[in-house]
């Protein structure tokens, strides 16, 4: 099972784009790259997906690199309410008893006013 | 509303007692997990199963039995309740293959704190 990297914390100034690291060196050529958050204790959210190409959506930018060892989601202009815990996951397009879908410690992103 | 009810939102239990979370989805989705997350922590998978019949121990496996009789349910049961299993239990469910592009959808969660 592929495992993901983030850093702990980031910080943002209200406005300005955020853009949110994710390693995932051990990916499969097959596997899917996720970004959820949670707000304060609620369940966390789905933002955006990616297998290879970049994507956009309107939460969010998914930016994966050639060689999909790593990616970046990027918040275009954050704003107070973007303050939460951010996710990176990777899946298999399908699962089985194999799929361990583990979420770690993910960053604490706070955006600053 | 569709989506994944967890039930009860809040219990205490003495140290050595069990209980049984409830989690039911109506989306028809076959893939269903648990999760634990402890203050200021990010979540520990518990256990998971790919459909009914099927389950499979997760990262925190130990003092926690699960069962799949049906697609919609997926119950956690807590077998002698010990003051570190205090936390926030999140369940969540998907379809196996990514033909949703949602992935998860999560449960509210039951905070459960063992004294």
């Known amino acids: 099972d592929a495992k993901t990297t983030q850093p702990t914390s980031m910080d943002c100034a209200e406005g300005r784009a955020a853009n949110l690291p994710c390693n995932h060196s051990?990916?499969?050529?097959?596997?899917?790259v996720y970004w959820y958050r949670q707000i304060h204790s609620q369940g966390p959210q789905y933002i955006i997906h990616?297998?290879?190409n970049n994507e956009t959506n309107e939460m969010a930018s998914l930016i994966i690199t050639e060689d999909r060892k790593s990616s970046t989601l990027i918040l275009p202009h954050a704003t107070l309410r973007d303050t939460a815990v951010y996710y990176c996951?990777?899946?298999?397009?399908?699962?089985?008893?194999?799929?361990?879908?583990?979420f770690g410690s993910g960053t604490r992103l706070s955006i600053r006013p | 509303n569709a989506g994944v009810t967890q039930t009860p939102k809040f219990q205490v239990l003495k140290t050595g007692q069990s209980m049984t979370l409830q989690c039911a989805q109506d989306m028809n989705h076959e893939y269903m997990s648990w999760y634990r997350q402890d203050p200021g922590m990010g979540l520990r998978l518990i256990h998971y199963?790919?459909?009914?019949?099927?389950?499979d121990q997760g990262e925190v496996p130990n003092g926690y039995n699960v069962s799949r009789s049906t697609t919609e349910d997926f119950p956690l049961r807590l077998l002698s309740a010990a003051p570190s299993q205090t936390s926030v239990y999140f369940c969540?469910?998907?379809?196996?293959?990514?033909?949703?592009?949602?992935?998860?959808?999560f449960g509210s969660g039951t905070r459960l704190t063992v004294v």
């Open positions: 199963s790919v459909g009914a019949g099927i389950t």
């Open positions: 996951i990777v899946r298999p397009p399908r699962y089985s008893s194999a799929s361990k879908i583990i």
């Open positions: 051990t990916i499969s050529g097959n596997e899917y």
């Open positions: 990616g297998l290879k």
């Open positions: 969540a469910s998907s379809y196996s293959s990514t033909v949703s592009v949602y992935g998860y959808t």
